[in-house]
């Protein structure tokens, strides 16, 4: 095992990886930009070094600062969590020629699966099934229009460099297509530098349905079960769960057996992600993601795995000590990202300092975040703050216990998406666990607060600060002699604390 590990990242995802490295008696060395000086994530690691402005491109992006705080530190091997240079095979190189460790998968690998043309051509090859339409980019609209009458419409035009839903277009009508296929193209271009699009039939009501992986470089690949991450907007995932409430054994052997395939195609080594979209039965390749995941705890709880752990032996020639009959799933995970957007604002990032945080507590609640009191929430960075998930029995002792960590859930500062969880638990068709990636759209009051909900919401909001105002203000103020009775201060008036929860 290395000695020392480097995380080049911030936020949940840092502190997720340091944790993992200090139980394994790692050292672990934290890289910072100006802004996050006193973030969270700086006091998880033995060491921190900062490395620029607060702008990401100035900072967590830079790959030269990056390997120069390695170097003076002295790591041995660098972990990039998720974002940011987490799938940049030059950065997976740079680390490499660098005489360092690369904790993910072979530079080749991220190469390989990070055009999705090139993707779809290999998983064609390897016999995994893809999503109708073509395996090259098109020259142009009129190629992208023949495409299109033959793959049948609707369909999705997509940036073969694409990336967090950009550069994708749906185009229901063939008058349609020469607009949106320009449109496509420049938006890849601006987001990637790179304008290849491609055409693929557009699912009509697909579940989303990934497995997750694990290699190593021994030649082993086994996979650790599907989640399910049907619940999205705008093509990001809101909720995630494991298992899939639609998958039996047989769909869940079938689909394990095809993303080993797609790993075994291009040497995977680490932990990744095949995704697939689901229709009545049937699966086709999307993407694979050649890094740990957001939603990588449902799986670690229903198997018990600890896959940052695994990450780092694997990434330190260790071969995986179990094989897929071993790999068992146990009740029901569910994650809610708690992102700072606006649910009812159209997901709206949202901004401001944390003025007042309680955290979920109790049997089988897990939270990964890097939030506390006193953090400003800014536009620089991934509006994720943290992620509530529960382990349980069955599915719905899962939503029950979700809908319980939600309730003790209270966040002051940022508008927040935990209103939104709190409805999906609520709602009856997620009950029956009948979803589809159009699950949002066709469920619209999950966006919109019923107006006495915001009230009540504002009146907890609204007693919380003053409720923690109150509390700094006993902390630091000279303390009367109880015999006057005083002592209690402003917030005598609000009445017990637990008056105060969010709703
Ligand atoms: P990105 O890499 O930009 O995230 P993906 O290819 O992973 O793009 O797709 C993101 C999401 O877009 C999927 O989870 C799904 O909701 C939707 N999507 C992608 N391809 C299709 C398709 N062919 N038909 C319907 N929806 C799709």
């Given at each position: 095992?290395f000695e020392k590990?480097l995380?080049?990242?911030?936020g949940e995802?840092?502190i997720?990886v340091?944790r993992?490295a200090r ?5 672990t060395v934290a890289v910072h930009s100006?802004?996050?000086?006193l973030?969270?994530?700086v ?6 070094v ?5 702008a990401?491109?100035?900072?967590y ?5 990056i390997l120069e705080?390695a170097?003076?530190t ?15 095979a030059?950065f ?5 020629e660098a005489g360092?460790?690369?904790v993910g ?6 190469e390989?699966?990070?055009?999705k043309?090139?993707?779809r051509q290999?998983?064609?090859a390897a016999?995994?099934?893809i999503?109708p339409?073509?395996?090259?980019p098109a ?7 023949a495409?299109?009458?033959e793959?049948g419409f609707?369909v999705l035009?997509?940036?073969?460099a694409g990336?967090?839903g ?7 009508t ?5 607009r949106a ?15 290849s699009?491609?055409v693929?039939r557009y699912?009509a ?9 694990l290699g ?5 690949v086994?996979?650790l ?12 995932k809101?909720?995630?769960?494991a ?5 039996d054994e047989?769909?869940?052997?079938a689909?394990?057996?095809?993303a080993v395939?797609?790993?075994?195609a291009v040497?995977y080594?680490?932990?990744g ?6 229709e009545?039965?049937e699966f086709w ?9 957001v939603?990588?705890p449902?799986?670690e709880?229903v ?5 940052v752990?695994?990450q780092?032996?694997v990434?330190a020639g260790e071969p ?6 071993d790999v ?8 809610c990202r708690?992102?700072?957007?606006d ?6 990032p949202?901004t401001g ?9 109790g049997?089988g609640v897990r939270w990964d975040g890097?939030?506390e009191?006193g953090?400003?929430?800014s536009l620089?960075?991934d509006?994720l703050l943290?992620k509530l998930?529960?382990?349980a ?6 939503i029950?216990r ?9 966040l ?5 998406a935990?209103a939104f ?6 709602n009856?068709?997620f009950a029956?666990?009948d979803?589809?990636?159009?699950f949002?759209?066709e469920h ?19 007693a919380a600060?003053?409720l923690e105002?109150a509390r ?9 002699s109880?015999?006057?009775?005083v002592e209690?201060g ?12 969010a709703?």
């Amino acid at each position: 095992m290395f000695e020392k590990l480097l995380v080049a990242n911030r936020g949940e995802i840092a502190i997720r990886v340091l944790r993992a490295a200090r139980e394994m008696g790692i050292g672990t060395v934290a890289v910072h930009s100006e802004a996050d000086r006193l973030a969270p994530h700086v006091r998880f690691a033995d060491e921190a070094v900062e490395i620029g402005p607060a702008a990401s491109a100035e900072s967590y992006l830079r790959i030269d600062r990056i390997l120069e705080a390695a170097r003076r530190t002295g790591a041995d091997a660098v972990h990039p969590g998720y974002g940011f240079l987490a799938e940049r095979a030059d950065f997976a190189r740079a680390v490499e020629e660098a005489g360092l460790i690369f904790v993910g998968p072979a530079p080749e690998t991220i190469e390989a699966m990070g055009d999705k043309t090139a993707a779809r051509q290999r998983m064609q090859a390897a016999g995994v099934p893809i999503v109708p339409g073509i395996v090259d980019p098109a020259e142009n609209a009129l190629a992208a229009l023949a495409a299109a009458e033959e793959i049948g419409f609707p369909v999705l035009l997509k940036a073969a460099a694409g990336g967090g839903g950009k550069g994708m277009r749906v185009v229901e009508t063939a008058d349609a297509l020469e607009r949106a296929f320009e449109a496509a193209r420049r938006e890849a271009v601006a987001a990637f530098g790179d304008g290849s699009v491609y055409v693929e039939r557009y699912l009509a009501r697909p579940r989303h349905i990934e497995i997750q992986i694990l290699g190593d470089a021994h030649g082993n690949v086994v996979h650790l079960g599907e989640r399910e991450c049907s619940i999205q907007r705008r093509h990001q995932k809101l909720v995630e769960e494991a298992p899939s409430a639609v998958l039996d054994e047989a769909g869940r052997a079938a689909m394990g057996i095809a993303a080993v395939r797609a790993a075994e195609a291009v040497d995977y080594r680490g932990a990744g992600t095949v995704e697939f979209l689901w229709e009545n039965g049937e699966f086709w390749f999307l993407e694979m993601n050649t890094r740990l995941q957001v939603e990588h705890p449902v799986t670690e709880l229903v198997t018990g795995l600890d896959l940052v752990a695994w990450q780092l032996r694997v990434a330190a020639g260790e071969p995986l000590e179990f094989g897929q009959a071993d790999v068992r799933m146990t009740g029901h995970a569910i994650e809610c990202r708690i992102t700072a957007e606006d649910p009812d604002g159209g997901f709206l990032p949202s901004t401001g300092r944390i003025e007042h945080l309680r955290l979920p507590e109790g049997p089988g609640v897990r939270w990964d975040g890097a939030m506390e009191v006193g953090l400003d929430v800014s536009l620089h960075y991934d509006p994720l703050l943290g992620k509530l998930i529960v382990h349980a029995p069955d599915r719905a002792a899962a939503i029950a216990r979700m809908a319980r960590a939600l309730r003790e859930f209270e966040l002051v500062g940022p508008d927040h998406a935990a209103a939104f969880h709190r409805r999906v638990m609520a709602n009856d068709a997620f009950a029956a666990g009948d979803l589809s990636i159009r699950f949002v759209d066709e469920h619209p009051a999950l966006t919109e607060s019923a107006p006495a909900e915001s009230t009540v919401a504002r009146a907890g909001a609204t007693a919380a600060v003053l409720l923690e105002e109150a509390r700094r203000e006993r902390r630091t103020a000279p303390r009367l002699s109880s015999a006057g009775g005083v002592e209690l201060g402003p917030w005598r008036s609000l009445g017990h604390p637990a008056g105060t929860s969010a709703p």
